[in-house]
């Protein structure tokens, strides 16, 4: 809990007894009870770890709202912070990562893997808003903030093109979608944070190669105008 405090997470409205919960879910602490001899027995934490957990994986990002056809049982265990972990939410299953962690670890497994995920990362950056003043500093942490700010680019050229041979229903429905999304970065003044440089070149190789194509089709997908 002193740790929270000094790292500043202890600032979100959640109650501490939330806070309790995802230190236990995350494996920081264990707890056990004693009766006490009340209504309720008396709840008892201890130590178990320094080093918070939280699952990640396709099945992390279904629960978020991917809507592509993934193996939901593809679920991994990773090591997290505790800033890591007062954004993860707690399911009836598993302390899950928040979003913009799940979509970082994703990005930075298809740069190590070569697994395609990149593809499922595209898909959210494009059609969701999420928070990104959070999600481009847990990227420069991760040393890949200049690659994930890159897809954030390509995908506001990609539904800017003035001639596109690609569907025009699946082309005007992302472009839609983005440009809106999109203003709201901009009037909160977060679109900024994208035209930074960005720390750590890790990922650039993967978001260079992305074609028109390949941002148009994956949100189109996540937006299910596209098979």
């Known amino acids: 809990m002193k740790e929270c405090a000094r790292a500043g997470v202890l600032t979100r409205h959640e109650?501490?007894?939330?806070y309790l919960d995802l230190l236990t879910a995350g494996n920081v602490l264990g707890r056990r009870t004693r009766d006490v001899g009340s209504v309720k027995p008396q709840q008892i934490y201890f130590m178990k770890s320094k080093t918070p957990q939280v699952s990640v994986g396709l099945a992390v990002l279904r629960t978020h709202g991917l809507?592509?056809?993934?193996?939901?049982?593809?679920?991994?265990?990773?090591?997290?912070?505790f800033e890591g972990l007062v954004h993860a939410k707690i399911t009836e299953t598993a302390?899950?990562?928040g979003l913009e962690d799940a979509l970082i670890h994703e990005f930075s497994v298809d740069v190590v893997s070569e697994t395609g995920t990149v593809a499922f990362v595209v898909a959210m950056v494009a059609t969701r808003k999420l928070d990104l003043p959070y999600l481009l500093r847990r990227a420069d942490e991760q040393r890949t903030g200049k690659a994930i700010r890159l897809l954030f680019r390509r995908t506001l050229e990609a539904v800017s093109a003035n001639k596109t041979d690609l569907p025009a229903k699946v082309f005007l429905t992302v472009r839609s979608n983005f440009l809106k999304i999109a203003r709201q970065y901009t009037q909160s003044g977060f679109w900024k944070l994208v035209e930074e440089r960005g720390v750590g070149d890790l990922g650039l190789d993967v978001a260079n190669t992305l074609t028109e194509y390949e941002v148009i089709m994956a949100a189109g997908k996540q937006l299910g105008v596209e098979g």
């Open 15 to 18: 109650t501490l007894r939330h």
């Open 67 to 81: 809507n592509w056809d993934t193996s939901e049982t593809e679920i991994r265990t990773a090591k997290t912070d």
């Open 95 to 97: 302390l899950i990562a």
